[in-house]
């Protein structure tokens, strides 16, 4: 690892994939989400969806809205999976509609806990920049939708913990350094003690797969947008110093090499792969990537393939139910072509594995 990278804090994409801001909002005239009727659901949505397809920003134009409850299962699972929306909100989809921006980094959940949902993703570490297109669609909204507030308190949302700023920003980080030196469980501890939260994947109540973690805010009462985003940057930085360190260290361990180059030769070579060992090899490449080991593979290829391989999209992608046998082989050939830098169309490969499945 260079020294520079090493001590480089301005760069920080070998252990921040993305960046996360979510405001919670709520109408005022209508009850929280879980005291509603479907067709009550269904009026609040109208009402939201039209405050923005309508709306006079030039934003507005690059929105669909997707009615939930007409998605398949494949649909539904694979927008969590690109982490669009959350687990809950798929978990009954009646009366429940999605906003979503062209390029897909702003998505507008509708009735999930709250009313509104407003979440900007970006990769990298951009909390600034996701913080400003949320505020301003925010604003869009207010201008439009009389939102629930309170002097005192804030915004008033049906979980306590969000009443306040409404707002959560977090960061999706690599840490398989951490993770294999097992600190992981201290520093969880730590953190909560500094008002931020270390979870899975895709959140409260996941586990971490690939060694990939959200870290995010706690306290959204007290405290201003800007100050929760502050001091979410700062707890970054230390763990990215943090995760360098170890990784320092584990760069001299053979066993560490070896599992790294031979999960490298397993992405080139294998006929069959299944999710759980996917993201364990993209894990370890990308864990080579960072040391410097590879020269030939990119963060956003393996970024990429963390979201392409899963379940879900994959059957999303190509169109049709697929066996997990069939998973195993599309994934495999998905990767083995992402790794060698074969500049094919997602579907056009897709298609030809599914060809030979058969």
Do not use: W
């Not at 109408?27 to 969806?49: G, H, M, Q, T, W």
């Not at 009462?221 to 584990?250: P, T, Y």
């Amino acid at each position: 690892m260079s020294e520079k990278k090493y001590t480089d804090l301005k760069n920080v994409s070998d252990v921040v994939i993305s960046t996360r801001i979510r405001f919670a909002r709520n109408l005022r005239e209508f009850p929280f989400p879980c005291r509603l009727s479907d067709e009550k659901k269904r009026k609040v949505a109208n009402i939201i969806k039209e405050s923005v397809l309508d709306g006079h920003s030039a934003i507005s134009e690059r929105f669909r809205y997707i009615q939930m409850s007409e998605l398949t299962q494949e649909e539904a699972v694979s927008l969590v999976e690109r982490h669009l929306v959350s687990p809950e909100f798929i978990s009954d989809r009646q009366g429940r509609g999605l906003l979503l921006l062209d390029d897909e980094s702003v998505s507008i959940m509708i009735n999930e806990e709250d009313h509104v949902r407003i979440q900007v993703i970006n990769s990298g570490m951009k909390l600034e920049e996701a913080f400003d297109l949320a505020d301003k669609i925010d604003t869009l909204l207010d201008e439009q939708l009389d939102f629930a507030f309170n002097d005192k308190l804030g915004y008033l949302t049906q979980c306590p913990t969000n009443i306040g700023t409404g707002m959560r920003a977090s960061l999706m980080l690599h840490l398989p350094a951490l993770q294999e030196s097992g600190a992981m469980g201290k520093i969880g501890a730590s953190l909560s003690k500094l008002g931020l939260v270390i979870r899975g994947l895709y959140g409260e109540g996941t586990e971490p797969s690939g060694a990939i973690y959200q870290l995010s805010n706690q306290v959204t009462l007290g405290i201003s947008e800007r100050e929760a985003i502050n001091n979410l940057r700062d707890i970054a930085f230390q763990l990215v110093v943090q995760e360098r360190n170890s990784r320092e260290a584990l760069s001299r361990n053979i066993n560490v090499l070896d599992a790294i180059y031979r999960s490298y030769g397993i992405m080139l070579y294998a006929k069959l792969m299944s999710n759980d060992e996917c993201m364990k090899l993209i894990s370890n490449v990308r864990f080579g990537v960072e040391m410097g080991l590879f020269d030939n593979i990119d963060f956003d290829t393996l970024n990429r393939l963390i979201i392409e391989i899963q379940p879900a999209t994959l059957m999303k992608n190509i169109g049709k139910k697929l066996t997990p046998a069939e998973r195993d082989r599309i994934r495999a050939e998905l990767v083995r072509t992402a790794i060698t830098q074969q500049k094919i169309p997602v579907s056009h490969r897709l298609e030809n594995s599914e060809n030979s499945v058969k």
